[in-house]
Every structure is written in structure tokens, then in C-alpha cells.
């Protein structure tokens, strides 16, 4: 058996996931006769016709405001935003309309909005963005952010099945970089669940995405050091799994919270408070952060790799801790 | 025609300058001299060019993603454009936005711009500026048939139809928003068309013919500066190459790449300008010199300038930052 790619998993979990129900269709620009500005949906459009693959007009607004009506009324959309970037286009569809439908009406918007974000390939500030945390701020909507091709397949599938509204973040600079043998038979991971990539002893690093394989790979180098670290790859932002990530940091006292994303307003606040209130008392460090600085994210390949986060930042910052 | 020699010099040359600038962009990113992506303007340098050349230099533009030949329409420096496309540190914008993104303000450039309709609204605001101070300046907001299809285009067009604002919407309709054939993504022909929902004047021209495009940019750019108002003029044109650099274009159907290959607005240029006897086939390939010349100098200064310091990531996020 051949490995599969990230992307090629995408691909494949939305394809088994058209198949088995009628009701799901994906919708957004270049999707159908081009099979999607990234291939995602190659060959969708011969396989399910163009009632179910529809290509659009440049309209992210209209794309995801017609996934919500769809999904309203019992459809499973599956909107693709072309660059990730791109969905500030849909801000109001998706903050006031998908996130609150359930609230204010009592109806669920089961729709996946997906597409890829992410630094690492010289995109320059509009197509380079993590804007995951707008929605994560947003009640309401589910987030999702794979590293592994394996839980791409299943965490699509997952969402699709999902009865809330699902933000589905593929981080572009894995689409082709990342691969892995997938099993042959069905297979779900489940939304909001943590996985601990690997377990180590003395400091837990709680990651998601990309950042999942530069913490793996400071892990590698540290444990040459004596040093090991337990990485932990959130999968899901929300809904958060505050048990795995507790249960790892009462286990090694220390922590670095990873991410790619600017600093402030990051998802790393989010979980030094929740370590803070819910095992401060079995740190033996303080609780550090990795993330990208607070700036937009530059074009130029020498700014750009010092604005992302890097596996010698993960390793610098875990000898810091160890010396606590 | 009312253009004197110098006006038709100084076209052929923008025309000429787009022409070499993208066919050279075009070689160095095949040789992956160029990080990030690019998308070419080559086939559409009749529009910028006509357009540009009805305006004045305190006149402003906004651009899109395929913005090369808006800036250099627009006077833009082609040393610091190329910089920029580098991720050079002499780029126009320090190397931190690249292709998508070339600006130069003080040129009444007011951008390339990554996101498809991003440039009708603040066209909007350049021209409620012009009223407000009274400038009798316009704003030429040039925009793809892709967005001719985004909010931002319908709320801008209506904006500056009831506000009366200087604003020129330039529709460059070359057949595609990326794969997506405009036949598919518009219900109607001509977007010129939609004017009349706005109430305001629509034309359709020839964008490969420099001429056309002039008359009809004279037309609406009076219009505009006698505080008369916004006009949409969609400019019919072809993209030569693909959405961007290293497209298959498998999308493009038979039709459209033999009329493509048919059309050439700067071959029409020389054998008009020269039928006329304005202009010698010498005096002409003179100017092609410099223009080859002009773009190999920006290509060596992109080559040899420094790449940005990384200090420069923290700076202009703010002016200030207690």
C-alpha cells in the first residue's frame, strides 16, 4: 500500500463521505470542472455530477450564506473557501448567521466550511493567514485543524457528519509534505478529541497543525539531550479536550503552548489561562509561549521564516524549562 | 484621434515596458528566482495603458492581483516593482507584500490588492476624498470579471452612483475568474450592463485596442471630473498566459486560445501607428530597446539587491507602539 498525502486524505474522506450520503455537495469556486485551486475535489464533478459539485462565481459570502440555507434545510454542505484567507470575505455569514442559527432559532446548520491556511509557501499577508481564532471567539462554531493525513481523512468525515456548524482548517504547507499508509476500512476521528503524538515525561508542548511536526522534531533532538517531551496535537479547538491537555501537564509539570498564529489573542492565552486556573499547582515552570509575532505575515521568504514559529524556537524554549 | 506624438510615444512605451516586464517576470519565475506566485498581465497592456493615459498624475488607481501593468501605467518605479516581486528589501514595499500587493501611494497607485473586490470600495473613498477636498481628481478602479461578482463590487458601484463620486469602474473581462469561464459565473453578456441598475453610464471597447480604451476613459474620466458621476467601462480582453504562473489552463476551450493568440494590441499599435506614417517601424523598435533595456536594469537592480532585514518584521505594523 502506497502512503497518501494530506491532501490526497482530504480528498478522500470527502469523496467516501458523498458517497454515502446523497445529501452532502460541496460548493465554492474552481471546486468542480478544475477540481479545486489545490485538487481536493479532483475529479468530484465526474463522480457526482454538477448537482453535487458546484463550481461558483467569486462570491465567499454567497457560498457560505447558500450552505447555510442549504443546510437549513436538511442539505450537508460543504464549503470551500480558496485560501482560508478568503473567509473574512464571509465574516458576517458565518459569525451571525451559522454561529448563532442553533441559538436563536433552535435549528442546526450542519455545514463544513473548509480550506486551506497557513504560512510556509512565500503566499504573502492575504494568503498566507491562520484566522482560526476569529472563530474560535465566535460561539457556537466548531474548529478543526489537522496535522496528519490520518486525522485529515477522519476529522472531515467527522465534520461532515456533525450537526453544528464546523470551520475546517488545512494547513496548506502539509497538503503535499506530509503522507502516511491510511487503513483500508472506514475510519472517524472524532471532533474535540485530543491525540498525544507522543508521550514524554518532562514537558508537554499542546500544539495543532503544521506545528505538530516541528514540535515532533524538537522531541527527536531533545531526547538526544535526555529531555522528553510529550506533544500533545489539539486536533480540535473547539470543542476544546481540556482533559488530555491537563491530564499531560499534571503529568510533566511543564508546558509550551505552540502555535502558528500571531501572539496576542492566540490560542495559547486561551490554554495558559485554563492551565493556570485548572492545575497550577503541579507547574514546576512557567507556562511559555511559541507563536508567531504580532504582524501580519510577510511575503519576503527571509521575514516569513523568522515570523513562523521553528523547531530551534521549540528546542531553545524546552532547555529553558528543563533547567527549572 | 486627439493625441499628439509624445502622448502615442509615451503609450507605446507603457505598453511595450508591460509587455517585456511580465515576459521577464515570467522566465525568472520559471527559474525560481521568484518565491510566492505571480499573475501576468500580458494581453490585457491595452487597458492599463488607455486607461492610464487618460489620467492625470494626482489622478489615483487601485488594482487586483494581476497589478503589474496598472503600476507601471501608473508611473510606478519598475527597479523597486521588480525589488518587490524579489522580496527584496528595495522592493515598494519592503519586500513584505510582493507581487499582489505593489503600492505606491505617492504615484496615486493605491495598490495591488490579494483579495478578489477589494479595490471598488476604496476607490469609493478616493473619490469622496476628491469631492470632499474639492481635488477634481478620479479614481480608475480596475477589477476582473471574477469580481465583478463579489458584494464589494454591487455596494461600491451604488456608493458612488448616489454619492456621484469621481470614480471610473474599469471591468477587465478576461473571460476567466481563474478557471471559471465569465459565460458560467455572470448571467448576462456584458457587464457594462449593470450600469443601468446603478443608473450610471456602461460601455463595452475592445481592451486589446489602446485606442478604444482611451476614448471611452477620456469620455468617463470628463464625466467625473465635471462632478457628473461614476461610469462602468468593461473592457473586453484576453489573458495570454494562465491565472498565474504554472496554470495547466487546461479550462481554456479552443475558442478562446486561437482568438487570444489573434489578439495583440501592440502589433495593432505599430501597424496603425505606422499605416498613419506617425511613427517608423525604427523609431518604434527604438523605443522597444529602451523599454528591453529598462526592464533588464530593474531585473539586475531585483538581482542585486539585498534581501530585508528581519527587524523589518516588527516595523509599520503601528506607527507607534508605546
Known amino acids: ?324 | 484621434m486627439n493625441l499628439s506624438q509624445d502622448q502615442l510615444r509615451s503609450m507605446y512605451r507603457t505598453m511595450v515596458s508591460i509587455r517585456n516586464f511580465e515576459e521577464t517576470v515570467k522566465q525568472a519565475f520559471a527559474k525560481g528566482h521568484i518565491p510566492g506566485f505571480v499573475h501576468l498581465y500580458v494581453g490585457e497592456e491595452a487597458i492599463a495603458t488607455g486607461v492610464c493615459s487618460a489620467l492625470r498624475a494626482s489622478d489615483t488607481i487601485t488594482s487586483t492581483h494581476r497589478g503589474h501593468g496598472h503600476c507601471i501605467a501608473k508611473g510606478c518605479d519598475m527597479n523597486s516593482m521588480m525589488a518587490e516581486i524579489y522580496g527584496k528589501a528595495t522592493g515598494l514595499c519592503k519586500g513584505k507584500g510582493g507581487s499582489m500587493h505593489i503600492a505606491d501611494v505617492g504615484k496615486g497607485m493605491l495598490g495591488a490588492n490579494g483579495i478578489v473586490g477589494g479595490g471598488p470600495p476604496l476607490a469609493c473613498g478616493a473619490g469622496l476624498t476628491s469631492v470632499v477636498t474639492g481635488s477634481g481628481d478620479v479614481c480608475a478602479c480596475f477589477f476582473g470579471d471574477g469580481a465583478c461578482e463579489q458584494g464589494t463590487f454591487h455596494e461600491s458601484a451604488n456608493l458612488a452612483a448616489i454619492w456621484n463620486l469621481p470614480v471610473i469602474f474599469v471591468a477587465e473581462n478576461n473571460g476567466y475568474a481563474q478557471s471559471t469561464p465569465a459565460s458560467y459565473h455572470c448571467a448576462i453578456e456584458n457587464i457594462a450592463e449593470r450600469a443601468a441598475s446603478y443608473g450610471i453610464p456602461g460601455a463595452v471597447v475592445d481592451g486589446s485596442d489602446v485606442f478604444a480604451v482611451h476614448e471611452a476613459a477620456v469620455e468617463a474620466v470628463k464625466r467625473a471630473r465635471a462632478g457628473q458621476g461614476p461610469s462602468l467601462l468593461e473592457c473586453k480582453t484576453y489573458r495570454h498566459h494562465g491565472h498565474f504562473e504554472g496554470d495547466q489552463q487546461t479550462y481554456k476551450d479552443d475558442l478562446y486560445k486561437s482568438v487570444s493568440q489573434g489578439k495583440d494590441s501592440i502589433r495593432d499599435f505599430r501597424a496603425l501607428v505606422t499605416q498613419h506614417g506617425w511613427f517608423t517601424s525604427e523609431e518604434l523598435d527604438a523605443i522597444d530597446g529602451e523599454a528591453r533595456q529598462a526592464v533588464e536594469e530593474a531585473l539586475a537592480y531585483a538581482e542585486s539587491s539585498p534581501l530585508p532585514g528581519v527587524e523589518e518584521v516588527t516595523s509599520d505594523v503601528y506607527v507607534s507602539y508605546p
Not at chain 1, 141 to 156: E, N
Not at chain 1, 202 to 230: F, P, Q, R
Open chain 1, 1 to 324: 500500500m502506497s502512503a497518501t498525502t494530506y491532501v490526497e486524505a482530504v480528498r478522500q474522506g470527502l469523496w467516501e463521505e458523498m458517497t454515502r450520503d446523497e445529501d452532502v455537495f460541496v460548493l465554492g469556486e474552481d471546486v468542480g470542472v478544475y477540481g479545486g485551486a489545490f485538487k481536493v475535489t479532483a475529479g468530484f464533478l465526474d463522480q457526482f455530477g454538477e448537482e453535487r459539485v458546484l463550481d461558483t462565481p467569486l462570491c465567499e459570502s454567497a457560498i457560505v450564506g447558500a450552505a447555510i440555507g442549504a443546510a437549513l434545510m436538511g442539505m450537508r454542505p460543504v464549503a470551500e473557501m480558496q485560501f482560508a484567507d478568503f473567509i473574512s470575505c464571509a465574516f458576517d455569514q458565518i459569525t451571525n448567521f451559522a454561529a448563532k442559527c442553533r441559538y436563536r432559532w433552535g435549528a442546526g446548520v450542519p455545514l463544513v466550511i473548509r480550506g486551506p491556511s497557513g504560512g510556509g509557501i512565500h503566499g504573502g499577508p492575504f494568503h498566507s493567514q491562520n484566522p482560526e481564532m476569529y472563530f474560535v471567539h465566535t460561539p457556537g462554531l466548531k474548529v478543526v485543524a489537522p496535522s496528519t493525513a490520518y486525522d485529515a481523512k477522519g476529522l472531515i468525515k467527522s465534520a461532515v457528519r456533525d450537526e453544528d456548524p464546523v470551520l475546517f482548517f488545512e494547513h496548506k504547507y502539509l497538503y503535499r509534505r506530509v503522507k502516511e499508509e491510511l487503513p483500508s476500512e472506514e475510519f472517524l476521528v472524532p471532533i474535540g478529541k485530543a491525540d498525544v503524538k507522543r508521550t514524554g515525561g518532562d514537558i508537554s508542548v499542546v500544539t495543532y497543525g503544521a506545528m505538530v511536526h516541528n514540535a515532533l522534531e524538537a522531541a527527536e533532538v531533545l531526547a538526544g539531550d535526555g529531555v522528553e517531551l510529550e506533544v500533545v496535537d489539539l486536533r480540535t479547538l473547539v470543542p476544546l479536550d481540556k482533559a488530555t491537555v491537563l491530564e499531560s501537564v499534571k503529568k510533566t509539570g511543564k508546558v509550551i503552548l505552540l502555535h502558528e498564529d500571531t501572539r496576542t489573542g492566540g490560542f495559547a492565552g486561551e490554554l495558559a489561562a485554563v492551565i493556570a486556573e485548572e492545575v497550577f499547582e503541579y507547574l514546576d515552570g512557567p507556562v511559555m509561549r511559541i507563536t508567531a509575532p504580532d504582524t501580519p505575515i510577510p511575503y519576503s521568504p527571509p521575514l516569513e521564516e523568522f515570523f513562523l514559529p521553528k523547531t530551534s524556537d521549540v528546542i531553545r524554549v524546552a532547555r529553558h524549562l528543563a533547567a527549572y
